[in-house]
């Protein structure tokens, strides 16, 4: 529950199979995690709004609302109001629409987010955490950083667990990766769209920006099936291959 559990609605109300209201639950909006929180909406959201679509394509209504326990940035409840979600903060006389703080990320002039800086700012913070470089080679110690989460969660390597996720390591580690792309590639470029078989937020790399790598993706099934799905594996022959 929460931000970090990407896949999911927090809190349903209503009817099945009829008007459902889709909630979505978030803490205090830590300015040091706004960059990660960010993200993690972005992703979380993409695939809310995309249930919500299925829901009135069947004929009903579905509302989508944030409910945080603290002020959201300003660029977040932009983005949310582009899209018809109210926003919502939890206090001792009963929630109250959210007003917004001052953003350490803005929105770009369209509105949109500001991919690159929130997933710089990602990459940077897991960098730091685990003394990385920025080069290729890194990668490998991003592999031990993933396979330590694994044996924290008690799976020894060539254990599969389907389920197993960590919002945080996948937003921050997958970051890390895109970055050491496009550090190395010619051409590379973070891209949020529609949730899809890359995820709604994954890169564009190589001619014309045709290949889509999801580098996201990729860290969660590293978490999930282990070494085989190994991230540095993944960047190492894609740099060989675009640049």
Same mark, same amino acid.
């Given at each position: 529950?929460?931000?970090?559990? #990407? *896949?999911?609605?927090? %809190?349903?109300?209503?009817?099945?199979?009829?008007?459902?209201?889709? @909630?979505?639950?978030?803490?205090? @909006?830590?300015?040091?995690?706004?960059?990660?929180?960010?993200?993690?909406? +972005?992703?979380?959201?993409?695939?809310?709004?995309?249930?919500?679509?299925?829901?009135?394509?069947?004929?009903?209504?579905?509302?989508?609302? #944030?409910?945080?326990?603290? =002020?959201?940035?300003?660029?977040?409840?932009?983005?949310?109001?582009? !899209?018809?979600?109210?926003?919502?903060?939890?206090?001792?006389?009963?929630?109250?629409?959210?007003?917004?703080?001052?953003?350490?990320?803005?929105?770009?002039? *369209?509105?949109?987010?500001?991919?690159?800086?929130?997933?710089?700012?990602?990459?940077?913070?897991?960098?730091?955490?685990?003394?990385? *470089?920025?080069?290729?080679?890194?990668?490998?110690? %991003?592999? *031990?950083?993933?396979? =330590?989460?694994?044996?924290?969660?008690?799976?020894?390597?060539?254990?599969?667990?389907?389920?197993?996720?960590?919002?945080? +390591?996948?937003?921050?580690?997958?970051?890390?990766?895109?970055?050491?792309?496009?550090?190395?590639?010619?051409?590379?470029?973070?891209?949020?769209?529609?949730?899809?078989?890359?995820?709604?937020?994954?890169?564009?790399?190589?001619?014309?920006?045709?290949? !889509?790598?999801?580098?996201?993706?990729?860290?969660?099934?590293?978490?999930?099936?282990?070494?085989?799905?190994?991230?540095?594996?993944?960047?190492?022959? %894609?740099?060989?291959?675009?640049?």
């Amino acid at each position: 529950m929460g931000l970090a559990d #990407l *896949d999911n609605v927090d %809190l349903v109300t209503g009817e099945p199979g009829g008007d459902q209201g889709l @909630w979505i639950l978030a803490e205090g @909006w830590p300015p040091e995690r706004e960059a990660l929180d960010y993200v993690q909406l +972005l992703v979380k959201l993409a695939g809310v709004l995309t249930h919500a679509d299925q829901i009135r394509d069947e004929g009903h209504r579905s509302t989508v609302r #944030l409910h945080s326990g603290g =002020e959201p940035p300003s660029s977040v409840l932009e983005y949310l109001r582009e !899209r018809d979600v109210a926003a919502m903060i939890a206090g001792a006389a009963g929630p109250r629409p959210a007003a917004g703080r001052p953003a350490r990320f803005p929105n770009l002039h *369209d509105g949109s987010p500001d991919i690159d800086s929130l997933q710089a700012a990602n990459a940077g913070m897991f960098a730091e955490e685990n003394g990385l *470089d920025g080069s290729i080679e890194s990668l490998v110690l %991003l592999d *031990d950083a993933l396979e =330590e989460g694994r044996r924290a969660h008690g799976l020894s390597p060539g254990d599969v667990d389907d389920d197993f996720t960590d919002g945080d +390591l996948v937003v921050l580690a997958g970051a890390y990766a895109g970055e050491v792309l496009r550090r190395h590639t010619r051409e590379a470029m973070w891209w949020l769209g529609p949730p899809g078989r890359s995820g709604p937020l994954h890169m564009r790399a190589g001619l014309g920006l045709g290949s !889509r790598i999801n580098t996201l993706g990729r860290v969660r099934k590293y978490l999930q099936y282990g070494a085989g799905e190994s991230v540095h594996s993944l960047v190492s022959d %894609l740099v060989s291959r675009l640049s």
